[in-house]
């Protein structure tokens, strides 16, 4: 019963997310789009250079990259099921990305900083897979819920602070990041549900 929770958390993410894009494409969101853009047109100061900071750290390719790097150490360890784990999470969701981006193709806010297509947000989605595979160990590993809970709140907090910047870089719509957060939560969960099957 336990394990089927991870799975049931996948589903409704799946869901939410379909019911999302469905409200996009009806234009459900998109005055909450444009007044959540209209605050942020002007980015500056040191809020502009911690978010583009941020932007290079936990871009898709860096973290999938950074993820086989760790992957490798996993295996080396002989721990090949948190190795395998990683690869497949990261290398799923880099995928998704590509192509709901290109299957959707909704434009991104003007700017100067980035090209492509918006939807879902490739950093909240990647962000929440590769953050969230690291919650997922680390409890499994760390005895005492002090140390546990500290993990999962600053993890947390940086999750959310990735999907915060791409809306203050004005790269993102507010839709973007909630979807992203959607698909990599569903992709997420539905891994650890298989983890724990065969672990």
């Known amino acids: 019963m336990k394990n ?15 019911i999302l894009l469905i409200g996009i494409r009806l234009g459900v969101f998109t005055s909450l789009n444009n007044s959540i853009a209209s605050y942020f047109l002007n980015p500056q100061g040191f809020m502009l250079y911690l978010s583009n900071a941020i932007a290079i750290a936990f871009d898709t390719l860096t973290l999938v990259i950074v993820s086989l ?3 490798v150490t996993l295996w080396f360890y002989k721990k090949k099921n948190e190795s395998l784990f990683l690869v497949l999470n990261m290398l799923t969701g ?5 192509l709901l981006k290109n299957l959707v193709r909704i434009t991104r806010p003007e700017n100067l900083i980035e090209t492509g297509f918006s939807f879902p947000s490739g950093h909240s989605t990647i962000s929440i897979i ?13 005895r ?3 140390p546990k809970i500290f993990i999962s709140v600053i993890f947390s907090l940086i999750i959310l602070l990735i999907g915060f910047t791409r809306i203050y870089l004005h790269v993102h719509w507010f839709t973007d990041i909630i979807g992203g957060f959607l698909i990599g939560g569903a992709v997420l969960f539905f ?3 298989l983890f724990k099957k065969h672990d």
């Open 191 to 193: 891994y650890i549900y």
């Open 94 to 98: 880099a995928a998704l990305i590509y």
């Open 69 to 71: 790097v760790i992957a």
């Open 130 to 142: 590769f953050l969230g595979l690291l919650i997922y160990l680390f409890i499994r590993n760390i």
């Open 144 to 146: 005492g819920n002090g």
């Open 4 to 18: 089927q929770k991870s799975l049931v958390i996948s589903i409704i993410c799946l869901l939410l997310f379909i």
